[in-house]
């Protein structure tokens, strides 16, 4: 005797009841595989963007606001540095790279930021179109940007001042669109990048390396006279120790000797990521009650069920139908009504991960991705189900055939 086909039918004979646990259980699983991919979809995104810098040094302030700012661009810099004494950190021996950044404009909502060619070799930017030549008023664009604003190389544009939308617009200076980079999932998708003597001139109507003075120093690849180097200003500065030493002694160095604040990109996530933590075991907690209160709802269900079937299957066991079948009939019910749930579950969690990652326009999240953690949630869903499932089985398995035939 086939028990798919019976189990089959008795499901599609009870559409509410079965609906009912099947969608109790595909919530449950849902909202625990959407904790799980999309917290650690976040963590390793999070790793990745912040990898490849060891330190973060900015204007005194909130370290996690540097980091925010510096590393992920999603917040405001706590105030600007001397261009001098960021420079004379960067020939310390402790330090084995240092780039420089300045913010504090964008272009329709777009942060701008200036830098030098090494920005751009640290995200590993590669030009898409045009050129990378960060060059007097021109801009690089990351993919998202350009794709989000319509920009081509060739295309002029005009920055407005400040991170928020209330800023006044820079008329009098235009940046010319050099090129466009490809996709790197980072945070340099979502930027427009120039070279660092933009940003000033913006500000202030003169390009460092076009002033009367000839230059004389170059600093971080740029061209400048004493004047420039001492009363310039940058917003920031991205470090890579030059060995483990560093990590021990160049952020108490920074704080306790100089104007400047030292914030640890690694220190500042995982504090970031404990913040979240709570939430995280609360939607687990949520998810995991639910997946329970399913296993119960599938228990109710065939339970109730076997009550107007028990005629039906005396009458199967009198025709030759073993004790052990129906036990399987009865529990393979259950298992179908589960895996039923788990799969619209899983799909369920994939595609508000989908969802999230559209309305975020990050690449950091992507429904596609599957994670192991998925197999232990379904294996889960699959034992409540089975236990559940097999209370009223083990109570058709001992059902009493002729009693019932002679009650019916």
Not at 97 to 123: E, M, Q, T, W
Not at 380 to 399: C, K, N
Request: some cysteine; charged content about 15%.
């Amino acid at each position: 005797m086939s028990l798919l086909p019976f189990a089959l039918k008795n499901i599609l004979a009870r559409p509410l009841s079965s609906l009912l646990s099947t969608l109790l259980m595909a919530f449950g699983v849902g909202i625990i595989l959407l904790v799980i991919l999309g917290s650690e979809q976040m963590k390793t995104s999070i790793d990745r963007q912040s990898s490849g810098v060891d330190l973060v040094v900015a204007a005194k302030g909130s370290p996690l606001q540097i980091i925010l700012c510096s590393v992920f661009h999603i917040d405001f810099p706590t105030g600007n540095i001397p261009l001098k004494e960021a420079y004379t950190l960067s020939r310390n021996r402790l330090v084995a790279s240092a780039i420089p950044l300045g913010l504090g404009d964008r272009y329709k909502g777009y942060r701008i930021v200036g830098s030098n060619g090494d920005f751009l070799a640290h995200y590993g930017a590669k030009i898409s179109m045009g050129s990378d030549m960060l060059a007097d008023r021109a801009i690089v664009a990351g993919s998202d940007a350009a794709r989000k604003l319509g920009l081509k190389p060739g295309d002029i544009i005009t920055s407005e001042h400040g991170l928020s939308e209330s800023g006044a617009a820079h008329e009098e200076f235009h940046y010319e669109v050099a090129g466009i980079l490809h996709p790197t999932g980072l945070p340099i998708d979502q930027l427009l990048v120039t070279a660092l003597p933009n940003i000033w001139a913006v500000h202030d109507h003169a390009v460092v390396h076009d002033m009367d003075d000839a230059p004389s120093l170059s600093v971080f690849g740029i061209k400048m006279d004493s004047i420039a180097f001492s009363t310039r200003q940058i917003t920031s500065l991205l470090i890579n120790y030059r060995s483990p030493v560093a990590l021990l002694q160049l952020p108490r160095f920074i704080n306790d000797n100089t104007s400047m604040q030292a914030a640890s990109p690694a220190f500042e996530t995982a504090r970031l990521l404990s913040l979240i933590d709570p939430f995280l075991m609360m939607a687990y907690g949520i998810g995991g009650f639910v997946l329970f209160m399913s296993a119960i709802s599938v228990l109710i269900a065939l339970i109730n069920a076997l009550k107007d079937r028990k005629y039906e299957l005396a009458i199967l066991r009198s025709l030759g139908g073993t004790k052990i079948q129906l036990f399987m009939l009865v529990w393979l019910e259950g298992i179908l009504v589960v895996g039923a749930g788990s799969a619209c579950g899983m799909a369920l969690a994939h595609v508000g991960i989908g969802v999230l990652a559209w309305q975020a326009e990050t690449a950091g999240l992507s429904w596609l991705t599957f994670h192991f953690y998925e197999v232990y949630v379904l294996i889960v869903s699959f034992a409540l189900g089975g236990i559940a499932s097999a209370v009223p089985a083990l109570a058709v398995y001992r059902t009493n055939i002729s009693k019932t035939l002679a009650e019916s």
